[in-house]
């Protein structure tokens, strides 16, 4: 009884991030807003197509070494449980090219930070996830 209920507390404990898939965002055109999330095992973040024509992909080579490759529908919604501690390159793959990206770190991402921050990106890509690193390196 008391292993069910340390379960249950744990369960209750996971927060679900919002994420809007959006054609023009505060940072410009095709963008995730927010494109950098703080995260903690076991939380749950929710891609929201708020416009259409938009997907979630993981960026190879951008994920935990335990976590297999992912790929949404386009103009779905797509909810990913980040379970393994590090950072995700998230990328929308019609849009990719044009820089639109994202970055979660689950717990202190120390576990592929280098590796993350090696992937080679299409130039706008790089320029948003190098924004997204530093603004996950301030908080």
Do not use: W
């Not at 994420?19 to 965002?25: C, H, I, R, T």
């Not at 990719?96 to 994202?102: D, E, K, Q």
Request: charge should be neutral.
């Amino acid at each position: 009884m008391t292993a069910l209920m340390v379960l249950a507390g744990g369960a209750a404990q996971a927060a679900e991030h919002a994420v809007k898939m959006l054609n023009k965002g505060e940072s410009g055109a095709m963008v995730f807003e927010p494109a950098a999330i703080a995260a903690e095992p076991g939380d749950t973040v929710r891609f929201i197509p708020s416009d259409k024509s938009h997907n979630v992909e993981g960026i190879k080579g951008m994920r935990p070494e335990d976590v297999k490759p992912f790929r949404s529908k386009v103009n779905e919604e797509y909810v990913l449980t980040v379970a393994e501690p590090g950072y995700y390159g998230i990328k929308c793959s019609p849009h990719y090219s044009m820089g639109m990206v994202a970055l979660i770190r689950v717990g202190d991402g120390s576990a592929n930070l280098d590796t993350a921050k090696s992937v080679k990106l299409p130039a706008k890509a790089g320029e948003r996830m190098k924004v997204a690193f530093e603004t996950l390196a301030a908080q």
